[in-house]
C-alpha cells in the first residue's frame, strides 16, 4: 500500500465551479500537509501548508485535514481557467515528504 | 513565501558529457533538499536526499557515481550528471526543506535536460 493516494484524475470542471481534489494517507505519523500546484513544464508551487488538523484557508484555496479519517482535501472556489494544473498533495512526519501522485485539473472557459 | 532557485533551466550537452545543475535557496538555510526526477505527465521521483555537510542517501535503482550530488552549504546543492547519455534526457527538480516549526519543502523551477 502507497503512503498516500491520490487519485489522478484528470478532472474537468467548468470555470466557476468547486473543485474538490483529496488524498488518504495511511501513516499515522504525519504532521505536515501540504498541496502543490504544477504547471507543465514547471517546479511545484506550494499553495497550502497544514500543521495537524483542521481547516485553513487562502483566497479561493481552502485546505482541510481530517487525521482521524487520514484524509485531506483542497477546495478551490470560483474556480478560473488560470487553475488548470496538476495539483499535488504531500505530508510528512518531520523529516520525509510523501507525495501523491498528482491529480490533473482542467478548467474550461 | 520561500525561493528556491535552480540554474540552469534548460540545458542541452552531448553524449558523454558531464552536466552540473545548482539548487540555491535563497532566503532560507536548508540543512536538507532533495533531487527529483520527472517524465512528462508523471508524478516527481525521488532521487537523493542531500544534507548539508554529509553525504547524499540515494533511492534504490538511483546510480550515485552517474549522478553526484554535493551540498556543500546551506544554500547551495549541486546535481551533476557525469557522463550523459540520451536516456538521461528528463526533467530534474530540486527542493529545499524549511525545518523548525514550520517543516515544509518549495521546490525550484526545474531543469530540462536534453543529451544529443
Known amino acids: 500500500q502507497k503512503e498516500v493516494e491520490q487519485d489522478p484524475g484528470p478532472l474537468s470542471v467548468p470555470e466557476g465551479a468547486i473543485v474538490s481534489l483529496n488524498c488518504t494517507y495511511s501513516?499515522?505519523?504525519?504532521?505536515?500537509f501540504m498541496w502543490y500546484r504544477q504547471y507543465s513544464r514547471k517546479g511545484p508551487e506550494l499553495l497550502m501548508y497544514?500543521?495537524?488538523?483542521g481547516n485553513k484557508e487562502d483566497g479561493r484555496f481552502t485546505a482541510q485535514v481530517d487525521k482521524s479519517s487520514k484524509y485531506i482535501s483542497l477546495f478551490i472556489r470560483d474556480s478560473q481557467p488560470s487553475d488548470s494544473a496538476t495539483y499535488l498533495c504531500?505530508?510528512?512526519?518531520?523529516?520525509?515528504?510523501?507525495f501523491g501522485t498528482g491529480t490533473s485539473l482542467t478548467v474550461i472557459p | 513565501g520561500a525561493v528556491v532557485s535552480q540554474h540552469p533551466s534548460r540545458v542541452i550537452c552531448k553524449s558523454g558529457t558531464s552536466v552540473k545543475i545548482e539548487c540555491r535557496s535563497l532566503?532560507?538555510?536548508?540543512?536538507?533538499m532533495f533531487w527529483y526526477r520527472q517524465f512528462p505527465k508523471q508524478s516527481l521521483m525521488l532521487m537523493a536526499t542531500?544534507?548539508?555537510?554529509?553525504?547524499?542517501?540515494?533511492e534504490q535503482g538511483v546510480e550515485k557515481d552517474k549522478f553526484l550530488i554535493n551540498h556543500a552549504s546551506l544554500t547551495l546543492s549541486t546535481l551533476t550528471v557525469t557522463s550523459a547519455h540520451p536516456e538521461d534526457s528528463s526533467f530534474y527538480i530540486c527542493?529545499?526543506?524549511?525545518?523548525?516549526?514550520?517543516?515544509?519543502?518549495?521546490f525550484g523551477e526545474g531543469s530540462w535536460l536534453t543529451v544529443v
Open positions: 527542493s529545499a526543506r524549511t525545518g523548525g516549526l514550520g517543516n515544509t519543502i518549495y
Open positions: 501513516n499515522s505519523a504525519f504532521q505536515y
Open positions: 497544514t500543521y495537524s488538523s
Open positions: 504531500a505530508m510528512s512526519p518531520g523529516n520525509q515528504f510523501y
Open positions: 532566503d532560507f538555510q536548508a540543512t536538507t
Open positions: 542531500s544534507n548539508e555537510g554529509s553525504k547524499a542517501t540515494y
